[in-house]
């Protein structure tokens, strides 16, 4: 398939080609803050500023890793955390949705559980562990369950909030226009709840690995949340903090991957 040749003007191309080089600047100075974070904390416990053995330091981290890695147990790990917050997440998200339509769709529904809703939302979720545990068991369905519960709530609110500030007028229009509420919904609730829908899935994104881990913390046999909870039992804090900078690195890399959603969605909607 041949592209066509785009010819920008000489205002455009300088435009485009500033844009870039901001962008190379940014990356330059976040990878920059990184490394003089992990340098900074490297000195502090090389020179025992502060106990290596309370702070840990990025070269211990990194030979933790790696054996970790050696001893085969690394990925599994991993795995089962991304599994569980991944599988948490995409429930919570599609039932928070499916949740908010039907609220939007039924104003009396709306008014009689919007008040449980926000109780809900108050809840301490870790307050619920022990019934977890004896409805779910103690394996991965806990920890699913879980992650279920703290983002679903998120999920319907945003949501429902964005479906009810759809703009009014254009409603109206639509109406007067013999549009059924299906019709309404589709074509103008649903595209104009975009950004909001976005913006749920990065606010998620977080919310899913707290509940993971935090179901982990509850009951669990592996997993990231495991190894935290093991590695501070143990006084094994390099442990913690390998563990800990993993799953910043899982969260960065999920948030990501809704940004490029974010992306691919813009450029569908402007194309």
Known sequence: MKHENVNYSKEHADYLKKCRRHTLIVWAFRLGLLALLFGVWELITALEWVDPFIMSSPSRIGKTIASLYSEGTLFYHIGVTLLETIVGFIIAVVLGCAIALALWWSDTLRKILE??????????????????????????????????????????????????????????????????????????????ALPAFVSMLKVNVGMAWIGSIMGEYIVSRAGLGYLIVYGGQTFKLDLVMSATCILCLLAAGMYFLVVLLEKLLVKNADS
Do not use: E
Request: proline share 5%; aromatic share 6%; with cysteine.
């Open 115 to 192: 008040p449980y809703i926000v109780v809900l939302n108050a809840l301490p979720k870790i307050a619920l562990g022990p019934l977890i545990i004896i409805w779910c068991g103690t394996g991965s369905k806990a920890i699913i369950f879980m992650t279920v519960l703290v983002g679903l709530i998120v999920a319907i609110m945003h949501m429902l909030s964005a479906f009810i500030a759809t703009d009014k007028n254009k409603i109206l229009l639509l109406r007067s226009m013999g549009a059924s509420k299906m019709q309404t919904l589709t074509k103008l609730v649903i595209p104009s």
